[in-house]
């Protein structure tokens, strides 16, 4: 089944603030809510669509990237339904409390659960925006990219800790990371306020990076774009983004594509589209034209006596470079161009063929039908 737009699953439109966003969520994540509905298949795919669109919507970087490239700007980005681990951390203010303990009773205390305090986690994903020649999208290419991102600190080595000392649990949680209280109807487990969730604190915060244990650097990389990248398309590039602050894995870097557009050339999947003037004695007689190809070759391309204006020739792989080594087809529109300046021999000889040909003068509609017919593609 597709996909629902996720503004249609909150029920809230386009232009809604984040307050109005959060409280669409809120009031559909306790009607919904498993605790609720036992053993309602129904509530438990309505609970799990409307976290994923608050996940998307209530966070800025992921609703831009969404509003601008529908579901493709997204893909990966959010955890998906069946880890929501991730997906109310730092979303305390929605309930008045860490809102994971409600799916403990739902996805169980460990797999899809909320993650342990000493469970490393992953660093930030970063996107980068990237401007791509109409040419260089069809045939590839490789870019060097110059952007900022958390690194490990070199002082610490990411404890956060000065040299010489370490951390130690926190005496709020006990190192669990979660404070367990009972609000009515629910348990809520909140993120202890001291440490942040980590489980442990540093008493001697290392001066390089204030006890982080990351420092934002710049960085230059070298990214490949593949043949054929659509416009709207992203290229990931693996344990780029932000470095992580528990230990884990670097986040990744997604590098989206905005291609611009050629002055002769349009595309469409993986085929090329031009148009090529020709001149009225070349569509009566036929001709043998020369065209430019995208990749600046010359290409010989021969014009059917008898062609009408409008006429699509079809030049087989000379389009987009598709999997397996084949390229698309190049469409050249042919347009005929009548002169508006003739000499006196050259008007004389008009009037003559058009005393040979006897034009009618009371022509009769023809069909539009008719009319593609006649300007089929070769």
Not at 212 to 226: F, W
Not at 227 to 247: C, F, H, L, Y
Not at 270 to 289: K, M, N, R
Request: charged share 25%; hydrophobic share 30%; aromatic share 8%.
């Amino acid at each position: 089944m597709a996909k629902r737009d996720y503004y249609e699953v909150l029920g809230v439109p386009k232009n809604a603030t984040k307050d109005e966003i959060k409280k669409a969520y809120r009031k559909l994540a306790i009607q919904y809510h498993p605790d609720k509905n036992p053993g309602n298949k129904e509530s438990e795919e309505k609970f799990k669509e409307a976290t994923e669109a608050y996940e998307i919507l209530g966070d800025d970087q992921k609703k831009a990237a969404y509003d601008q490239f529908g579901f493709a700007g997204v893909e990966g980005m959010n955890r998906g339904p069946q880890d929501f681990s991730g997906t109310f951390h730092g979303f305390e203010d929605i309930f008045g409390g860490d809102f994971s303990s409600l799916f403990e009773t739902f996805f169980g205390s460990s797999g899809g659960g909320r993650r342990s305090a000493s469970e490393p986690r992953q660093g930030n994903h970063l996107q980068y925006d990237m401007e791509l020649a109409f040419k260089d999208a069809v045939f590839g290419t490789k870019v060097e990219i110059q952007y900022s991102h958390n690194e490990t600190c070199s002082s610490c080595k990411g404890s956060g800790a000065a040299p010489g000392t370490g951390k130690k649990n926190c005496p709020s949680c006990g190192g669990t990371g979660q404070i367990r209280h009972n609000q009515g109807f629910f348990s809520i487990a909140s993120t202890c306020r001291t440490c942040g969730g980590e489980g442990s604190i540093v008493e001697h915060p290392c001066k390089e990076c204030g006890g982080s244990g990351v420092q934002k650097k710049r960085q230059k990389i070298m990214i490949t774009i593949p043949p054929g990248v659509e416009n709207g398309k992203r290229v990931i590039i693996p344990r780029q983004g932000d470095a992580s602050t528990s230990g884990g894995p670097a986040g990744d870097l997604y590098v989206f594509i905005r291609v611009k557009s050629h002055e002769y050339f349009e595309r469409q999947d993986a085929d090329l589209y031009c148009a090529v003037p020709i001149s009225i004695t070349q569509a009566i007689l036929g001709a043998e034209i020369l065209v430019t190809t995208l990749d600046n070759r010359t290409i010989k391309v021969k014009v059917p006596s008898g062609t009408q204006n409008g006429k699509l020739l079809r030049i087989r792989d000379e389009g987009v470079p598709v999997n397996g080594g084949r390229r698309g087809s190049l469409y050249i529109k042919l347009i005929i161009q009548i002169p508006t300046k003739l000499s006196k021999h050259g008007k004389e000889l008009i009037e003559e063929f058009a005393l040979i040909e006897a034009a009618n003068d009371a022509p009769q509609p023809i069909a539009l039908s008719k009319l593609a017919e006649e300007a089929n593609i070769s």
